[in-house]
């Protein structure tokens, strides 16, 4: 076996444990980067997958393999199960299971584990959450006396909040930042009792950060945002 053949061994073994893989962090929006822990879960999808193809490919070599139909004449239809069930089925599995992940169904810790988030950042804001975020800052003079408001959430009319995932280094971008009263960090709240929003998104870095409290509450709509 020269080389070529055995690249295309590798890339054959690997392939749908790499499109499970990737289509099930595209849902997820957890990725471990890792280079052991994804070799280890793409290894341990494709070994699934051609366990599961293992009696269809039996089936076809005892069809066509073994009496030599292939060798003279059109190339059956049934063949094309094979790139169906080796690409096709890993990524809509891959999909599938991503988002029973990211709605937190019961089942799909089969896969994920009790724990599938690499750390509790990726947790918190992760998995499309929404939250008002009350951040206290290093330093004090930063910010409302050390207080930075804002919500992770849709934008409205820009890029929505976003937070940096493993293994990059914790970062935010908040689509939008509220008004702190000074000294206590409270939300400044309008006549509609909601907090007074500023209209201005803001990026900061965990370096810059002391703590972070999360409030799960509804957050604006893209309208209340527009009409603010």
Request: glycine share 12%.
């Amino acid at each position: 076996m020269d080389v070529l053949d055995t690249f295309l061994v590798t890339v054959l073994a690997g392939l749908p444990g790499a499109l499970f893989t990737f289509a099930y962090e595209r849902q997820t929006h957890i990725v471990r980067a890792a280079f052991s822990d994804r070799i280890m879960r793409l290894t341990a999808a494709s070994a699934v997958f051609y366990i599961a193809a293992a009696p269809l490919g039996y089936w076809l070599y005892l069809r066509y393999g073994r009496t030599g139909r292939l060798l003279g004449g059109p190339l059956p239809w049934a063949l094309w199960l094979v790139p169906i069930g080796l690409v096709i089925c890993p990524v809509l599995l891959g999909l599938t299971l991503g988002s029973a992940t990211r709605r937190g169904r019961p089942w799909a810790r089969l896969w994920s584990g009790r724990s599938p988030d690499p750390r509790a950042w990726d947790a918190a804001f992760g998995h499309g959450a929404n939250a008002w975020l009350r951040i206290r800052l290093k330093d004090s003079a930063g910010g409302t006396d050390g207080w930075l408001l804002g919500a992770f959430g849709p934008g409205s009319g820009g890029p929505s909040s976003v937070a940096s995932s493993y293994p990059d280094p914790p970062d935010l971008y908040l689509a939008e930042t509220a008004e702190a009263e000074p000294g206590t960090g409270r939300f400044v709240l309008d006549e509609h009792g909601r907090p007074k929003l500023r209209n201005t998104g803001l990026l900061i870095a965990w370096d810059e950060i002391a703590y972070i409290e999360l409030g799960h509450v509804p957050l604006l709509t893209r309208t209340e945002h527009s009409g603010a």
